[in-house]
């Protein structure tokens, strides 16, 4: 293939990654379908294609729904044992993050709650609100008309919504102080302050330190309040799964505020958080090694600051 072709699908690479990972919530996933939508790119007669961005994202966006009603992805999505890929602040793969929509549609929350959408919702809804794509277009590339894409995204928006915790826009300072103030309180024992600092209807959902063959989900303060005391408890246990014992930084994973916990500069767990009124809404933990491989190369390339605790 002539360089000026491969340039021009590499220009919107990151973009087209962008999409598959909003789309599949995975970002090993969005680079296999990237590298697909390559391939068929490669094998394309590119003389006819009259507007080479627009069949790349008519391509990725249909590489993803297929990959979306796999049974197998059906299958693991709906036994509740799935939570999307954190992605540090900075990574590419996360996209626009000129307004508030695009910013929202990357959040974990978000990308969990679009699991319950069919996957022609979930393209409609990424589409519209992550790339300001009109009806028409989308309608074009889900093969669909144009009434039935602003009835997906509406009903899309409308389930969002109507489950969605949290998701004040982040003042970094602000949900700083909240998010030490919360690692200050788990890791002294003081649960009645954990309690306070949550709100009413808080949910946990946690993959159980990547060890659990299912989520892990909580609710009520006084419940999440329990797990969370009881997991940042140092044990010898937790520092053999570990590899020893962690640092815990301050970070912003998809756009929310969130802890790592770092050895030896390798990241072994990530909880974000959704705030709400300044208390926190929700919490998701990550520790399964495989959803944070990207995360762990961003992280090696990141001038973090000092670790709110240094030692466990």
């Excluded at 970002?27 to 294609?49: H, K, S």
């Excluded at 969605?164 to 024992?189: H, K």
């Excluded at 419940?223 to 815990?248: E, M």
């Amino acid at each position: 293939m002539e360089s000026a072709a491969i340039d021009r699908f590499e220009a919107g690479r990151a973009r087209l990654a962008s999409l598959a990972y909003r789309l599949l919530g995975s970002a090993a996933d969005a680079e296999d379908a990237v590298q697909d939508a390559f391939l068929r790119w490669q094998a394309a007669d590119r003389e006819r294609i009259e507007v080479p961005e627009a069949w790349l994202t008519k391509v990725v966006t249909n590489l993803c729904l297929d990959r979306l009603r796999s049974a197998q992805a059906r299958h693991e999505r709906a036994v509740g044992d799935w939570l999307p890929e954190p992605l540090l602040e900075g990574d590419p793969m996360l996209g626009p993050a000129e307004t508030f929509e695009q910013r929202e549609s990357v959040s974990l929350a978000v990308l969990t709650l679009m699991e319950r959408l069919s996957p022609v919702e979930r393209a409609a809804y990424v589409l519209r609100e992550a790339f300001s794509y009109p009806h028409a277009e989308i309608a074009g590339i889900l093969g669909i008309t144009e009434s039935a894409s602003q009835q997906h995204v509406h009903r899309a928006r409308r389930r969002v919504a109507a489950e969605r915790r949290g998701g004040d826009e982040v003042d970094r300072a602000a949900a700083r102080r909240v998010v030490e103030e919360f690692l200050a309180a788990a890791t002294s024992g003081r649960t009645d302050q954990l309690v306070a600092m949550l709100t009413a209807d808080v949910t946990m959902v946690s993959d159980g330190a990547g060890l659990a063959k299912r989520l892990l989900r909580y609710r009520t303060p006084e419940r999440v309040a329990t797990i969370v005391r009881a997991g940042f408890r140092p044990t010898p246990a937790k520092r053999r799964l570990a590899g020893g014992s962690p640092a815990f930084h301050m970070a912003l994973v998809n756009g929310s505020p969130a802890v790592l916990a770092v050895v030896e500069g390798r990241v072994v767990g990530a909880v974000a958080f959704e705030l709400s009124g300044g208390r926190v809404a929700s919490l998701r933990g990550v520790a399964a090694a495989d959803r944070l491989t990207r995360l762990n190369a961003a992280w090696q390339q990141h001038q973090s600051d000092a670790p709110a605790i240094t030692g466990w």
